[in-house]
């Protein structure tokens, strides 16, 4: 069953792939942060395999390589909104949540459940998600543009 599921992913799946349209803006951020020496984690709910959480990265116009963890289904134990999904990388990556920014559009997943873990936020309002009709008051948050402006902004990592 699992190689017949690793196969979907590795042939049909793309197809999906093909719909996806990459922001540019977005490649740019990764290596601007990587750049400064930022250590970066994929930190999307792990619903796939590592192979699809990989393909989803590419369709982004990201590199997989970019990245020190990456979730999926295999590696991890918890999904968002709960916050020992963030406490579990935190331990795995061996990161203290003062050290971590989680960026992500979803208030409650995202925001809510990182700064449960301790872990800052920021909030990206492209495609955002509020299922809540929460404030936005309490997040740092903007679109594309502002998230590389305050990447640009940040010194360089210790």
Same mark, same amino acid.
């Given at each position: 069953?699992?190689?017949?599921v ?5 042939s ?10 990459p922001?540019?803006?977005?490649a ?5 942060l ?5 250590r970066?984690v994929?930190a999307?709910n792990?619903?796939f395999?590592?192979e699809?959480?990989?393909r989803?990265?590419r369709?982004a116009?990201?590199e997989?390589t970019d990245?020190?963890?990456?979730t #999926?289904f &295999?590696n +991890?134990?918890?999904?968002?909104p709960?916050?020992?999904y ?9 990161l ?10 979803d208030?409650?997943?995202d925001?809510e459940?990182?700064k ?16 809540q009709?929460?404030s936005?008051?309490d997040?740092? #948050?903007? &679109?594309? +543009? ?7 902004a ?5």
């Amino acid at each position: 069953m699992r190689g017949s599921v690793l196969l979907w992913y590795t042939s049909t799946y793309d197809r999906i792939g093909e719909e996806v349209t990459p922001r540019p803006l977005t490649a740019e951020i990764i290596r601007l942060l990587k750049q400064k020496g930022y250590r970066l984690v994929v930190a999307t709910n792990p619903f796939f395999p590592e192979e699809a959480q990989r393909r989803r990265l590419r369709w982004a116009g990201l590199e997989p390589t970019d990245f020190e963890w990456i979730t #999926h289904f &295999d590696n +991890s134990h918890y999904c968002k909104p709960n916050p020992a999904y963030y406490t579990e990388i935190l331990e795995i990556c061996r990161l203290q949540p003062s050290d971590c920014v989680m960026v992500g559009n979803d208030v409650e997943e995202d925001m809510e459940a990182a700064k449960a873990a301790g872990i800052e936020g920021w909030l990206l309002t492209d495609h955002l998600l509020n299922r809540q009709e929460r404030s936005l008051d309490d997040y740092v #948050h903007g &679109d594309l +543009s502002a998230l590389y402006a305050w990447a640009s902004a940040l010194p360089a990592a210790e």
